[in-house]
């Protein structure tokens, strides 16, 4: 039941995320431009080129803030992720402790002996 539910997660995952991968190139590329805009900003000397760029970096800007549900695609990679990395993942399952007195005589005489 959990190999299901897992492929079921990873399913509607993977959907998410191949329907959200054109929006996260183009947040990818908007961010990366607004950067070297805010670069070249910084390096401008005159006041008619800082107005151009914050002029630019603003549409640019905006652009970045079109392709916000790009976030969802990170998240979605993110749950495809642990579904990978939980699918082999074994059960840990409990030892049973024995009900031996002798068994039970000699952990206690052991723990004991360590002090």
């Known amino acids: ?37 805010f670069k070249q900003f910084l390096k401008a000397k005159s006041t008619c080129a800082k107005i151009g760029l914050g002029i630019v ?12 549900p790009a976030v969802i695609g990170l998240v979605a ?15 840990v399952s409990k030892v049973k402790e024995d009900s031996d007195p002798f068994t039970n005589f000699e952990k206690q005489w052991n723990e004991l002996n360590k002090f």
């Open 77 to 91: 990679a993110y749950v495809l992720y642990l579904v990978y990395k939980n699918w082999n993942r074994n059960k």
């Open 57 to 68: 970096g603003f549409i640019v800007l905006v652009a970045s803030i079109h392709n916000v």
């Open 1 to 37: 039941m959990k190999k299901f539910g897992l492929l079921l997660a990873g399913g509607i995952a993977a959907a998410v995320l191949l329907s959200t991968i054109v929006p996260m190139i183009g947040l990818a590329v908007s961010l990366v431009l607004l950067y070297l805009i």
